[in-house]
């Protein structure tokens, strides 16, 4: 199971002195990857976001953009430098996604989001972050369900990782602070358990509200889009995918709002197409359609032939009660 924030985070870092940051930073990304990718653990091409921060002005930005981490340190530093505006560096700020296998039942499957692979340097420190967002290292998974065999392929590679970072890097490794998930170990991460002593269910508990979240609030605190909640009535079409309904498109002038009512949120592929609504109503918002005319556009439907209208907890309540 793959979750939306951090199941275990782990960092090593180092005091510095008279190092060029940009270098340095390149360097340890670089070094770094190249440990869970000796375990497949991270595939495909190394892409990276960099930020060069400047010396005294920690929003002005020297440079910003997406790398392929191909050919040497010193080429890439120099790629950089020649895009680069005029300016002394005070820190440097590289970010990975990265997209492994895992192994269940004998059978090694590809993984995306696996983990995050950081690295930033400034004057007096480097750092690099491994984030995992994965519980396939762990005795249970997320709902507190016992996965003895994908915790033996899968854990001991994750172990071979840290251990191998530790060496590479030059640094003490540093298990951070719990999780909703888990608590990272310096060898890998163990389950949060209920006072009882049983595995929590934390995906029903933590992941499935942080994913509905987005169905109800808008981002930039209710700023960018329509609104996500109403308290009176909305029209709503049903939307069904190969696998049945996939949830409710629903409008109201009346705020202005509209959103998409996910059936299910459990199910990585359906909540993913789910999300897709949403950008499909931004873009409606973005181009200047009322709530009404992206209900019936999105949908291929008049709003006489919508259903509705009905308060938007009831219907709210009938999904999660299907």
Not at 15 to 39: H, I, K, M, N, W
Not at 152 to 166: D, K, S
Not at 289 to 314: I, K, Y
């Amino acid at each position: 199971m793959i979750a939306s924030t951090p199941v275990a985070r782990w960092t090593w870092g180092d005091f510095v002195e008279g190092v060029d940051p940009l270098v340095r930073c390149l360097a340890d990304l670089t070094a770094a990857r190249s440990v869970p990718a000796s375990y497949r653990l991270a595939l495909g091409e190394p892409t990276f976001r960099l930020t060069v921060s400047e010396a005294g002005r920690p929003a002005g930005v020297l440079f910003q953009g997406e790398l392929t981490a191909g050919g040497s340190v010193e080429e890439l530093s120099d790629t950089v430098r020649t895009a680069m505006r005029p300016g002394r560096i005070g820190s440097v700020d590289a970010r990975s996604t990265v997209a492994g296998s895992l192994v269940n039942g004998g059978e090694e499957l590809s993984a995306e989001g696996l983990f995050d692979l950081n690295a930033s340097v400034d004057t007096n420190f480097a750092m690099v972050e491994l984030i995992t967002y994965s519980d396939a290292w762990m005795p249970y998974d997320l709902k507190g369900r016992a996965q003895s065999a994908v915790y033996e392929a899968n854990a001991p590679r994750l172990e071979a990782v840290l251990a191998e970072l530790t060496r590479v890097l030059g640094s003490d490794m540093d298990p951070e602070d719990p999780t909703y998930f888990g608590t990272p170990t310096g060898t890998g991460v163990v389950n949060r358990l209920e006072q009882d002593g049983t595995p929590s269910d934390s995906w029903s508990r933590y992941e499935i509200p942080r994913r509905y979240d987005a169905f109800t609030h808008a981002p930039g605190f209710g700023r960018i889009g329509y609104h996500r909640s109403v308290t009176g009535d909305v029209r709503y079409v049903p939307v069904v995918d190969g696998r049945g309904v996939l949830g409710y498109l629903w409008a109201s002038e009346a705020e202005p709002a509209a959103s998409f009512e996910p059936v299910d949120l459990d199910d990585y592929e359906r909540y993913r197409a789910a999300l897709a609504w949403l950008d499909r109503l931004r873009s409606a918002f973005d181009r200047g359609l009322s709530p009404s005319q992206a209900l019936t556009e999105l949908t291929g439907r008049s709003l006489d032939d919508a259903a509705g209208p009905l308060g938007l907890p009831e219907l709210r309540a009938r999904v999660q009660g299907a």
